[in-house]
């Protein structure tokens, strides 16, 4: 679990980042990353998972849960402090598994710059 610290909150946070941050898109997420103006704090990340992608909140609550896992295991990666990232899984990711998901994810870090 992220601490609270580390999590989007707001929906200003969550509309801002997306409005103006870098988008990035794979074929499991649409991720956005940006570095806010007058922002110095840690690394912040929200998982966004709408009804449009299930109607059942069994699926959504899955799918956070790999996506917020992968994000901690790899918070080191992108904890450079002053980031913002949305991620919002794709209905795709439904029916992969986390290690196809956590490479996806890996992808789009490397696309970013994000990662080592």
Do not use: C
């Not at 994810?105 to 080592?116: E, G, T, V």
Request: charged share 30%; net charge positive; aromatic share 12%.
């Amino acid at each position: 679990m992220l601490k609270k610290e580390n999590r989007l909150s707001s929906d200003f946070e969550f509309n801002v980042a997306r409005k103006y941050g870098r988008y990035y898109e794979s074929p499991l997420t649409h991720t956005y990353f940006l570095i806010p103006k007058n922002y110095h704090g840690p690394t912040k990340v929200g998982i966004v998972v709408s009804n449009k992608f299930s109607k059942k909140a069994v699926e959504r609550n899955k799918v956070k849960r790999i996506y917020r896992k992968i994000v901690v295991e790899n918070f080191e990666k992108i904890n450079k402090g002053d980031l913002w990232i949305v991620i919002h899984p794709k209905f795709s990711s439904l029916k992969k598994t986390y290690e196809e998901i956590s490479t996806d994810f890996n992808k789009i870090l490397q696309k970013a710059s994000i990662s080592n």
